[in-house]
């Protein structure tokens, strides 16, 4: 199995642009996290998703995030538009009952 | 949830035993031990987790107190490849897996 499988690893844009992460769960997990992780707040959740359906998104900071799973092997999340501040590693990971299984992440950087 | 409590950082020495502590004082009848860590520029990696019982794995053994108020995780024999960032959490094993990471121990081996 090839794992959580994220793109890009890396992305540099500038302010004002939309961005949009993916991620590909492992095939036959059926809960999908999204986290950000940044030096001063550390490791957050943002949104998860079980079955296709998100379940708890009381931590996307605001409405310029939002995040889809139109089916079971594919996720985004997007930030629209991108501001300095949403710079960080944003990490994807997906659930075989209780354990996580983490992807690599996208280092973001908005200039 | 469950608070719970690590020292920030650690030294071990190339070969010896690892030992991290976690204090989880709060901890709930049916809320689990459990323990990532992060290699820098990794996202997290599972190594283990308990209820009661101490358990062990091909990566670590975890000893958790009899009170279930404390626990800690042994690297039998460290190699440079386990510095990395600990993080033991403390949740039931419900919401598929969902976790909130604190700032964990940095381990760092050193030859």
């Known amino acids: 199995d090839a794992g959580v499988i994220q793109s890009p690893r890396h992305e540099v844009t500038e302010m004002g642009q939309e961005v949009t992460l993916r991620c590909k769960p492992i095939s036959g997990h059926n809960s999908l996290f999204w986290y950000r992780q940044t030096m001063m707040r550390g490791l957050e959740l943002l949104i998860y998703?079980?079955?296709?359906?998100?379940?708890?998104d009381s931590g996307m900071p605001e409405d310029r995030f939002s995040a889809k799973m139109p089916n079971a092997s594919f996720s985004t999340l997007k930030i629209q538009p991108s501001e300095p501040r949403d710079s960080a590693v944003y990490f994807c990971?997906?659930?075989?009952?209780?354990?996580?299984?983490f992807g690599a992440g996208t280092r973001l950087s908005v200039l | 949830d469950a608070k719970t409590t690590q020292p920030p950082s650690m030294d071990c020495a190339e070969g010896r035993a690892a030992n991290l502590p976690c204090n989880h004082s709060?901890?709930?009848?049916?809320?689990?031990v459990y323990w990532y860590r992060q290699i820098h520029s990794q996202g997290p990696q599972y190594i283990i987790h308990?209820?009661?019982n101490n358990e062990t794995n091909e990566m670590a053994s975890l000893i958790i107190t009899e009170d279930r108020k404390s626990s800690t995780l042994i690297l039998p024999h460290a190699t440079l490849r386990d510095t990395a960032v600990y993080y033991c959490?403390?949740?039931?094993?419900?919401?598929?897996?969902?976790?909130?990471f604190g700032d964990g121990t940095t381990l760092t081996v050193k030859p």
């Open positions: 308990g209820l009661k």
């Open positions: 998703f079980n079955n296709n359906v998100p379940i708890d």
């Open positions: 709060t901890i709930s009848g049916n809320e689990y």
């Open positions: 959490i403390v949740r039931a094993n419900t919401n598929a897996g969902k976790s909130t």
């Open positions: 990971a997906s659930t075989r009952g209780n354990i996580q299984y």
